[in-house]
């Protein structure tokens, strides 16, 4: 192994663990924005997605099974939506000890949680400007952490994606944004998610389409 190689090897879980922190941050001052807010459910969200991939990563399948477990009616109310219960295949995964399915469960509950929250800030943006923003508050949250646990195959993209995450946000914060561009917005999101992650199942959340 080259200089380089080891020093890239030894730089990376200071990486990780930098970008933890200011996740950690983001999700304290985040839960403390919408602490009154009824728009989030308690039950999932970038804080847990976090534990989850952690409890992955560090190979505790039997933690990694109950807190899937306690996850089931969430999964069953994004199945309502999407005829996919994300959480269910992730807890299948985690009964057979397939770390490779186990990822893919994973991500897949992240990304239809986030174009659950697209939709829902699209449905709220007229009556609630400040809900449909933390809607997308938490969907950036939650792209913030399965970018972190989730090979990246396209930094560029990846970049990009985040973008307009923050793109979105500015928009609806500084109330530039109309229902039209919003749209454009989160659709431009989601494609970008297809490319990204081209083995997960994705639903524009504008239609009943699948992409």
């Known amino acids: ?29 985040m839960f403390a924005a919408v ?24 190979q ?7 807190e899937l477990s306690a996850l089931q009616p ?21 009964d057979k000890r397939d770390q490779a399915g186990i990822l893919i469960g994973l991500e897949q ?13 699209e449905k709220k943006f ?19 952490v399965l970018s972190l646990f989730s090979p990246q195959s396209d930094p560029d993209l990846n970049e990009a994606i985040k973008s307009t995450f923050l793109t979105t946000m500015i928009s609806v914060k500084s109330e530039t944004a109309t229902p039209a561009l919003l749209k454009t917005y989160t659709n431009e999101i989601q494609l970008k998610l297809r490319q990204m992650y081209p083995g997960v199942r994705l639903v524009m959340a504008t239609s009943d389409s699948r992409i």
């Open 126 to 144: 007229h009556d609630s400007p400040e809900q449909a923003l933390d809607a997308l508050r938490t969907a950036r949250l939650n792209y913030q």
């Open 1 to 29: 192994m080259n200089p380089t190689d080891m020093n890239q090897q030894k730089s990376r879980p200071t990486v990780i663990g930098s970008t933890l922190v200011l996740i950690a941050a983001s999700l304290v001052l």
């Open 74 to 94: 969430y999964g069953a109310a994004l199945e309502q939506k999407f005829n996919f219960n994300p959480a269910r295949q992730a807890l299948a995964a985690v």
């Open 35 to 58: 602490k009154n807010s009824h728009s989030l459910r308690p039950t999932a969200g970038p804080q847990l997605y976090l534990s989850l991939f952690q409890l992955h990563q560090n």
């Open 109 to 121: 509950l992240v990304i239809l949680d986030i174009q659950d929250r697209l939709a829902m800030a």
């Open 60 to 66: 505790d399948t039997r933690e990694l099974h109950n």
